[in-house]
T-cell receptor
């Protein structure tokens, strides 16, 4: 079956613009996670969805960041008024209790803010 | 908050050599994941360890979990260029959240 997919794979945007990043989880996976990986850093947790609700948003760095998930499938991470420090690879993962909540990761979206 | 420290940060070995990467947690480990990442790609799941003393192997990669030491090790036997990449350890966050906390990674280079 298909794995986690993310789009776009690369995004270059000007400072101050808004961007939307998309994640398509594995079909049937109820849990979805967004992480950020900045150059030379480990993965930072951003937000976790269980179904359509987000019980843990503790990793969102500022109110410029938001995410939503519809229909227990696709999720969109939106960054408003992008800043250069937002440049990073944004990774999405999904999991299911049927696979012991092992998190399957997508290929990521590389965001560059100029 | 829980932190994972990986050592070494980078490692260069000759093909055929054995190597070990360590992951040490600042708090009790209730499980440990090992992932591999290549440039431009997502994380590839390698192994999940859930119990103290647990050891798992896949092909030439073996991982162990030492709960008492709050540490896990990843050992590669007879390394090959295909093993090159960044190895990341991740652990379930304390406090019941489903998120994973990750180390900063170990960059492995295998020279032919």
């Amino acid at each position: 079956g298909a794995g986690v997919s993310q789009s776009p794979s690369n995004k270059v945007t000007e400072k101050g613009k808004d961007v939307e990043l998309r994640c398509d989880p594995i079909s049937g996976h109820t849990a979805l996670y967004w992480y950020r990986q900045r150059l030379g850093q480990g993965l930072e947790f951003l937000i976790y969805f269980q179904g359509n609700s987000a019980p843990d948003k503790s990793g969102l760095p500022s109110d410029r960041f938001s995410a939503e998930r519809t229909g227990e499938s696709v999720s969109t991470l939106t960054i408003q008024r992008t800043q250069q420090e937002d440049s990073a690879v944004y990774l999405c993962a999904s999991s299911s209790y049927l696979s012991s909540y092992e998190q399957y990761f997508g290929p990521g979206t590389r965001l560059t803010v100029t | 908050s829980q932190e994972l420290e990986q050592s070494p940060q980078s490692l260069i070995v000759q093909e055929g050599k054995n190597l070990t990467i360590n992951c040490t947690s600042s708090k009790t480990l209730y499980g440990l994941y090992w992932y591999k990442q290549k440039y431009g790609e997502g994380l590839i799941f390698l192994m999940m360890l859930q119990k103290g003393g647990e050891e798992k192997s896949h092909e030439k990669i073996t991982a162990k979990l030492d709960e008492k030491k709050q540490q896990s090790s990843l050992h590669i036997t007879a390394s090959q260029p295909s093993h090159a990449g960044i190895y990341l350890c991740g652990a379930p966050h304390q406090g019941g959240s489903e998120k994973l906390v990750f180390g900063k990674g170990t960059k492995l280079t295998v020279n032919p």
